[in-house]
């Protein structure tokens, strides 16, 4: 006896058979890249086609109909370690794939890109996936006329650049002029008295226009803040904060970022000072400003800033 374990069960000639008129529809339409259903007497459209109704047993209609071509994904398994013998010769995922317009599902190969061979199954392969078949060029009239099925394009990345000039205006301009001189000018307003930073030139309060130049110091105090994960050219680091900081004597906060303490150290009512930038680098421009930094003070209570929260 032979000690080798592997055997083969081959078709020299290959296997030939008629596939009568409902699957042969089905293979010739294939040929020209349509997907094709049949209708069985209750009115479910089977896709792949069959010649009898699996439920009742019942001969199908001759009334075929179109289906697809996108589907979506009814089920799906993950194939991390591809063999000789499947389709793709990377990670893929078998999935049961029910076109639109068709009542049952085709299994096939769902190619969802390059993975190395191990790897886990994405996070956007799930359940309810909308999916499009890719056809081969060179088609016969087989099931392997479909080479896979591919993802619905769903999100695109694509560069994008807009050039533009912004004038403020002439209260925007007066206080960019302050900044370019390491000051911090804001409006007060005749009505509220509350100063208004940066100038808008109007109050948001009371809608009245604003002229009273305030010179503000360059302390203020942290009322609320956020956690920003994603990385910014203006930040140190990430994680990094943003928040509103009230400057004294302000009576509206601006936004800026904060550094010189560990993120999750960054809390409301913390006491910061503006860190500027070197004097050579100084612009028409709120970056000369690089961000808020702690300072040795006490925290503000709560109540005192809960109104510019």
């Not at 000690?3 to 294939?30: A, C, K, M, Q, W």
């Not at 019942?58 to 991390?80: I, L, N, Q, R």
């Not at 793709?88 to 061979?117: K, N, Q, S, Y």
Request: with cysteine; aromatic share 8%.
């Amino acid at each position: 006896m032979p000690s080798d374990p592997n055997h083969v069960l081959e078709f020299p000639g290959g296997y030939t058979r008629s596939v009568g008129p409902v699957i042969g529809r089905f293979l010739s339409e294939l040929r020209d890249a349509n997907l094709v259903g049949v209708r069985t007497r209750a009115g479910k459209v089977l896709f792949p086609p069959l010649e009898y109704d699996p439920d009742t047993g019942d001969a199908v209609t001759e009334e075929f109909v179109p289906v697809g071509p996108a589907g979506t994904v009814t089920t799906w398994s993950w194939v991390a370690r591809p063999r000789r013998e499947h389709p793709l010769d990377r990670p893929f995922a078998w999935a049961l794939i029910r076109p639109d317009g068709a009542d049952t599902a085709l299994l096939h190969a769902l190619d969802l890109g390059v993975f190395e061979e191990g790897a886990a199954p994405p996070r956007f392969l799930k359940t309810g996936m909308r999916v499009r078949p890719k056809w081969r060029a060179d088609r016969t009239g087989a099931i392997g006329d479909i080479a896979c099925f591919q993802p619905e394009v769903t999100m695109i990345n694509a560069p994008g650049r807009l050039e533009y000039r912004l004038k403020g205006g002439r209260a925007l301009d007066r206080f960019l002029e302050g900044i370019s001189e390491g000051r911090i000018l804001g409006h007060r307003c005749d009505v509220c008295e509350q100063v208004i930073v940066p100038m808008k030139g109007l109050c948001p309060r009371d809608g009245v226009p604003t002229t009273e130049e305030v010179e503000l110091p360059h302390t203020g105090t942290v009322t609320t803040f956020a956690v920003n994960n994603l990385p910014d050219p203006r930040a140190p680091e990430v994680p990094f904060v943003s928040a509103y900081i009230l400057l004294d004597g302000a009576g509206l906060t601006m936004l800026s970022l904060v550094a010189g303490i560990p993120a999750d150290q960054v809390r409301m009512g913390m006491r910061v000072k503006a860190a500027w930038k070197p004097r050579e680098e100084w612009g028409r421009t709120m970056a000369n400003i690089r961000w808020f930094e702690p300072i040795d003070e006490p925290d503000v209570p709560f109540d005192a800033i809960k109104d510019y929260l």
